[in-house]
């Protein structure tokens, strides 16, 4: 029987601290509000029990971030839409950012198994004032375990209306998409970062941004295969390709680390959660 999860998180700013209000409905949990950086932004970790997705399981996931609040959302684990012979398995997440507000969401990575049908859709509205910080890691089959992405179908979707959309429809039969050099270019990892401002940036700003994201990914391995750009005003997109899930989660915690402290005068030091 297909499991239905869902989950609200709604952060207030109640001066001097970033306070969480939850609520669920399912197998999907949030673990205790952290504060290692101060009162001013609430870290928390995102938990769902069984592990991951199978055939018409859905994952629901709603975030609030009121004016003035700071909220940094990871996961402890992979998100794992399983093998499927019925219905597709889906995961929902909604980031809605208010006026002088940050949010950064920022889950590990989602793994889509061989002969997965799976639907994994990101809805974003920032309004002006306020700014996300956001990434994506998808990986399609196992490599490591020698089980690789012949059968199963991934589509995918990233928008925020009227203003950006990215969409991808993935299947294991499409090898001209999975192997082509105007495709995956034969990766079987793909990752989108983005910084989404609701005030448009200015030129100059932009600029600075792009060059420490640059400056993060030249020294990467996976630098051949990474690039930056701002493909409008409120938007700074990074998109990379990768063999593996490791090294793009490893580049993308290295852009993290520069482009905090550039976007927003903040440290950089990692979640917890990434260390254990």
Request: charged fraction near 15%; include cysteine.
């Amino acid at each position: 029987m297909p499991w239905t999860a869902r989950l609200s998180l709604d952060y207030r700013l109640e001066a001097p601290r970033t306070l969480l209000r939850f609520a669920h409905d399912g197998p999907l949990r949030v673990l205790q509000s952290l504060y290692p950086e101060g009162d001013g932004i609430c870290h928390n970790v995102l938990v769902h029990p069984p592990g991951g997705l199978v055939e018409g399981d859905t994952l629901d996931i709603d975030v609030h971030v009121a004016p003035g609040a700071h909220a940094l959302v990871s996961t402890p684990g992979a998100t794992r839409f399983y093998k499927s012979s019925g219905q597709a398995a889906t995961q929902t997440v909604k980031l809605h950012v208010a006026d002088n507000a940050r949010l950064e969401w920022l889950p590990l990575e989602t793994l889509a198994y061989p002969g997965c049908k799976a639907v994994n859709r990101l809805q974003i509205d920032v309004e002006p004032g306020g700014e996300l910080l956001a990434w994506d890691v998808t990986a399609l089959g196992l490599p490591g375990a020698q089980q690789p992405f012949d059968t199963g179908h991934l589509s995918q979707c990233l928008h925020w209306p009227g203003v950006w959309l990215e969409e991808a429809h993935l299947s294991a039969s499409d090898t001209t998409l999975l192997n082509s050099p105007l495709g995956l270019a034969g990766h079987r990892c793909m990752g989108t970062l983005v910084l989404a401002c609701g005030t448009p940036m200015s030129t100059t700003r932009r600029e600075q941004l792009l060059d420490a994201v640059r400056s993060a990914v030249a020294s990467h391995p996976l630098t051949g295969t990474c690039g930056a750009t701002c493909p409008n005003e409120r938007m700074m997109v990074v998109r990379t390709l990768s063999p593996l899930v490791e090294p793009a989660m490893d580049l993308f915690k290295h852009i993290w680390a520069q482009l905090r402290p550039a976007a927003w005068g903040l440290g950089n030091r990692p979640p917890r959660i990434w260390g254990v």
